[in-house]
């Protein structure tokens, strides 16, 4: 069937996004893998660390708790404020139980992630450019059926959720973070942050059907010519018209397609389908609110406990849009399906989609050119770097 002038422009506008975001993509793995052979400062390695608990009895000998907290908090005068307390345990003592007085603390035990001792940003980096430029390939590929951009598409998903939780763990590495347990924690939450945009979308395309099909079986005006052709087993049936009365389609099929069990029907399906929107929206935003207060959090800490140290800060201006930009443009990705939806009423579903697709590569493409390009401005000016 030849394409309609419409869908011929959407196809050229689809293979000139997708092109470019491939394009794009693929020069991003060409600088990620020019600054892995090239990078000799060490900023851009990252060990990663578990809490480990330490102490000592007390005793007038024995004050390495107390010393380490005095020139602890002796590294900021510049301002003291940022240095707060150790936390320390102690031991209730007991003299009738006969227990010692212990007092305890944590300190960073260095935890090789998979074995590796370092996780190297520039390979992160370029993990996510490469992974994407592959999806970019199959979605050219599917440029050619423009329906698959007009219904949920799980593919897009699995892209995100490949790339994404390295980009977060690459932010959370720029901003200190790295306890062990945390990155783990932040990247499953942005795992399932990220699937669970295929249930939202499905859930949407279902409440659309559910509220179409119940607006036309309240129209008498209305109805669905259904012919089906069956053999001992089962049946085949089409939609072969569109434009039957209801009170003709009761003659032919001998039933009332206004019968109240359809109704019904598609009322539970709409009212399920939208739950469903509901819990699997806010179960995404609330882990998108986690993930992004935790990295921001620790943005202000850096950049306040900085002050303590009277040495370059030209890294601070790309740390900043490192965390800001990526948290705006994956806070984007989040304002896309609130669209979706509040467009339920007006538009239909495949142009829904579609707009979505072609937001949500447009998104993904900025949002990851903007990382790389940060990332390694930060990287080049990061005065510090990890001891083995």
Known sequence: MPLSNADRKTEHTLLWLFGVSFLVHVAGCIVSVYFIENESKGTNLYAFYRTRTTGEKISPGNTFIESLNTGYRATCAINPSWVKDLLVLRSSYDSDLDLENIQQTWLPATYHLFGLPYANGYWMLFLVFFFSSLFQIYFLCQVVCIDFFRQPCLARWFEYALTSPLQVVLIASCVMIR?????????????????????????????????????????????VQIECVCNENECEC????????????????????????????????????RNLWIVCMSASFLLHIFVWFILVDQLFNVLGESDCYDGPDGWKQPLQIVVYGQGVLFTLFAVVPVVQIAQMSSKSTSAIFLDGSIAYAILSVTAKTLLGATYIAFVLLFPFKTEP
């Open 179 to 223: 306890d062990v347990y945390t990155i783990i924690l932040l990247f499953g939450a942005q795992l399932v942050c990220v699937l669970l945009g295929f249930p939202i979308e499905y859930a949407l395309q279902n409440q659309k059907l559910a509220y179409f099909m119940l607006e036309k079986l309240r129209d008498q005006n209305f109805a």
């Open 238 to 273: 089409d939609v072969v018209d569109t434009h039957v009365k209801a009170s003709e389609l009761k003659v032919l099929l001998k039933c009332d397609p206004t019968f109240p069990a359809s109704v019904r029907f598609f009322n539970r399906a709409c009212v399920t389908s």
